[in-house]
């Protein structure tokens, strides 16, 4: 008998080691702690703000484009669409039903159309901002197609910016660190939108757009900046300079609610190498038209597109 209890004696102890012994599941980094809401306090909403952002439709605004491209001016189309929506913000998505931990952002999905010689050019930025104007962008991403291939990048917020990125160039491929938060120049257009008045100003560090970092191949990281906000005759101007990328920024809006943007300005160096030269970007308003446009997807529906200029 002794046999028999010395060995039912390991196995007990053989047992109950393991289940003390064995690791609890752990959150991984980029899902334990995607952002601190209540290090952040919420900043009230206007009535103006609820009544035109919470009515079930999006703002779709169209823009002449005059974009520059290899030292040449490209005719094309832009549209921003702005629209509120819940948000998660661990899985940093869009919510499909309620739930007490989604966060209220205004999303802004801007897009680009232009034609460089024989092949077309398409660009999508999408940035997910929080309406309570209390932190930085919870997301954002962009997507390039062109005949030569296509790219994709994405920065998400969490306990740093976490940025991943998909290329055809070999010197880029494929992507994947982390980066101290700064404020973000993807995120201003939906500032803009929410209370121009909280815009950074001054000297300050900022991570240009990632459309200018992914066509310019330059490193993704905060550069110096200097931010100016001007107003004059109910128009105000938000303008951003780079010294290091001899790129300046300025967007055009309207002073008063809804804070329209009416145009923007993007100077820097076209081309590359030595065939580099100075030129400029220009984006004037054509028209804005809100509706839910998801539900208009039928062929009857096309002549929307005109009324846009598209």
Same mark, same amino acid.
């Given at each position: 008998?002794?046999?028999?209890?010395?060995?039912?004696?390991?196995?007990?102890?053989?047992?109950?080691?393991?289940?003390?012994?064995?690791?609890?599941?752990?959150?991984?980094?980029?899902?334990?702690?995607?952002?601190?809401?209540?290090?952040?306090?919420?900043?009230?909403?206007?009535?103006?703000?609820?009544?035109?952002?919470?009515?079930?439709?999006?703002?779709?605004?169209?823009?002449?484009?005059?974009?520059?491209?290899?030292?040449?001016?490209?005719?094309?189309?832009?549209?921003?669409?702005?629209?509120?929506?819940?948000?998660?913000?661990?899985?940093?998505?869009?919510?499909?039903?309620?739930?007490?931990?989604?966060?209220?952002?205004?999303?802004?999905?801007?897009?680009?159309?232009?034609?460089?010689?024989?092949?077309?050019?398409?660009?999508?930025?999408?940035?997910?901002?929080?309406?309570?104007?209390?932190?930085?962008?919870?997301?954002?991403?962009?997507?390039?197609?062109?005949?030569?291939?296509?790219?994709?990048?994405?920065?998400?917020?969490?306990?740093?910016?976490?940025?991943?990125?998909?290329?055809?160039?070999?010197?880029?491929?494929?992507?994947?660190?982390?980066?101290?938060?700064?404020?973000?120049?993807?995120?201003?257009?939906?500032?803009?939108?929410?209370?121009?008045?909280?815009?950074?100003? /001054?000297?300050?560090?900022?991570?240009?757009?990632?459309?200018?970092?992914?066509?310019?191949?330059?490193?993704?990281?905060?550069?110096?900046?200097?931010?100016?906000?001007?107003?004059?005759?109910?128009?105000?101007?938000?303008?951003?300079?780079?010294?290091?990328?001899?790129?300046?920024?300025?967007?055009?809006?309207?002073?008063?609610?809804?804070?329209?943007?009416?145009?923007?300005?993007?100077?820097?160096?076209?081309?590359?190498?030595?065939?580099?030269?100075?030129?400029?970007?220009?984006?004037?308003?054509?028209?804005?038209?809100?509706?839910?446009?998801?539900?208009?997807?039928?062929?009857?529906?096309? /002549?929307?597109?005109?009324?846009?200029?598209?």
């Amino acid at each position: 008998m002794k046999p028999y209890f010395f060995l039912l004696s390991l196995f007990l102890v053989f047992a109950f080691s393991c289940k003390q012994e064995a690791p609890k599941p752990k959150e991984t980094e980029s899902t334990a702690k995607p952002i601190s809401k209540e290090k952040s306090p919420k900043k009230p909403l206007s009535e103006d703000f609820k009544a035109y952002w919470y009515a079930g439709e999006a703002e779709i605004t169209s823009y002449e484009l005059q974009q520059a491209r290899y030292g040449e001016i490209r005719d094309g189309k832009a549209v921003l669409i702005y629209v509120t929506e819940p948000f998660l913000p661990e899985k940093q998505v869009k919510a499909d039903k309620s739930n007490p931990e989604n966060i209220s952002v205004l999303k802004l999905n801007a897009t680009k159309k232009f034609v460089t010689g024989i092949y077309p050019y398409s660009i999508m930025a999408s940035t997910f901002y929080p309406v309570y104007d209390n932190q930085n962008a919870i997301k954002t991403s962009l997507s390039v197609q062109e005949w030569c291939g296509h790219v994709y990048s994405q920065l998400n917020n969490r306990e740093q910016f976490e940025f991943t990125s998909h290329s055809y160039f070999e010197g880029e491929a494929d992507q994947e660190f982390s980066l101290e938060k700064s404020n973000l120049e993807n995120e201003i257009w939906n500032k803009i939108r929410i209370n121009p008045t909280d815009l950074p100003l /001054g000297e300050i560090e900022m991570i240009p757009s990632l459309e200018f970092l992914r066509l310019k191949h330059q490193e993704m990281k905060a550069y110096s900046a200097k931010a100016e906000l001007t107003t004059s005759n109910g128009i105000s101007t938000y303008s951003i300079s780079y010294p290091d990328l001899e790129r300046n920024l300025m967007i055009t809006f309207t002073s008063d609610f809804p804070f329209s943007i009416e145009s923007w300005t993007e100077e820097f160096n076209s081309g590359f190498g030595p065939n580099a030269k100075k030129m400029t970007t220009t984006a004037t308003k054509i028209k804005t038209y809100k509706s839910a446009y998801w539900g208009q997807n039928k062929n009857r529906d096309l /002549g929307l597109r005109d009324s846009l200029g598209l």
